[in-house]
């Protein structure tokens, strides 16, 4: 629909312990000599061969019930998660006897690849140093970058840096995760029922099970939480927003009497806006019921789709709660050439996943220096999730009997450089617009290009971890980051992040790897 016929749509105004200090100058005499450790380039790498799934047509791969039990708790070591089917609710969050769970916020992906391919520019393995040919740049046809070598394991030890250390700091605590879990849950299961008793237009909302502690690549501390409370709309029409491809207009085909959602609708449009803040309203007030707790609402931020809710007992933590619309019709358009996964994961899991059901958050699209207040956004995190939890190509990767492969390691490691680095300049402008969404979207398309689970050793997990730093600055420095199921949107334009901002985080992410990444032992 165009905008400019949309004159009654409204508008909104227009708008961890510091690590030894020998260790940080032993790693810049180490690397003070450029032909040891040469300039880092981009590029891209060779086809990765295609295979299909072992599984029955039309079915994803069966798990057992142990992988139904979703609880975000430290365990043994050499335990692995195993897989579920997409569609199944997987089991509580937390175990919790309330019966509540916590589920992940949702973000756009990407998809296309920017720039040629990134070849594997070596072995890398841990217990071996790179040979003079791995360490220098390789040439390419006009027109490419080459990959930059890895650091193997000497290297690893002169940078000052262990990847396993770093990863082993990252591990939540079971005992914090009790306690966070305990009120999380009894919170979320009273706005649950809140929200589904009779009086309320949201009774047929429902927990959806997404996100980083579900994905088991949450790091830190358990003090954020995000969950997302789904609403089944049928016989929806979507119009596409501006030409945007993730953001619509949402109309009902037809509008039966009774429909409770009908007294949202302006223009026959189902307005964003007044569904949020109906859906705020009961929030605020449900939360005033909430004893032995204290909850508080922070302030709206324009164009978020989140209700965050800040609780200080027993400790600070944040809940960013989101409703979603959740269609079972067939993905849009726009959406045709993404989920890119045919050479990891099959031809036949991916037209499996596009049966799923799709969502639509009310986010805002900018418009201008506003935002359209009536627009949804789509969001694919049950495909996401699904795609995190079964992200090798043989069914075992990762499981308790099976190979264990470093690709969750390598995300989480990428998701707490840039947690870091926000952490470090937190009060620059440059940073502001970064989010570990853009970690995870230049993760999934390192993942296509590399798809092979030999590709991804644990052995290899220096190796990989700065294959996946190269990518990420690759498209810091051509600006471009394909939304991996919605190809057309690059989350890296110049409307989106201006040139400054992403040029100040290619030079800091350039700086932590040729010094061995101090900044993960600050703060």
Known sequence: MDPEHRKSTRTASK????????????????????????????????????????TESGSLPKKTASDRQERPQVRTRGSRSKKAPVGAEDAQFFGAASGASVDGQVAPTALAVPGPPIPRAGSGREGSAPSALEREPKPGPKGLLVRAPSLGRKEAVQAGWWPRAVLEKLKLNSQEISAAAEVVNRIVDQLLKRLQSCESEFRGVALLRTGSYYERVKISAPNEFDIMFKLEVSRVQLEEYSNSGAYYFVKFKRNPKGNPLSQFLEEEILSASKMLSKFRKIIKEEIKNIEDTDVTMKRKKKGSPAVTLLITKPKEISVDIILALESKSSWPASTQEGLPIKSWLGSKVKNELRRQPFYLIPKHAKEGNGFQEETWRLSFSNIEKYILKNHGQAKTCCEINGVKCCRKECLKLMKYLLEQLKKKFENRKEMDKFCSYHVKTAFFHVCTQDPQDSQWQSKDLDYCFNNCVTYFLQCLRTEELRNYFIPGVNLFSRDQIDKISKEFLSRQIEYERNNGFPVFDEF
């Not at 981009?42 to 295979?51: C, H, L, M, P, V």
């Open 15 to 54: 708008a961890g312990a510091p690590a030894g200090k020998g260790s940080a100058r032993s790693a810049r005499r180490a690397l003070a000599d450029p032909k040891k450790f040469p300039p880092t380039a981009e590029a891209a790498q060779s086809s990765a061969g295609r295979r299909e799934p072992a």
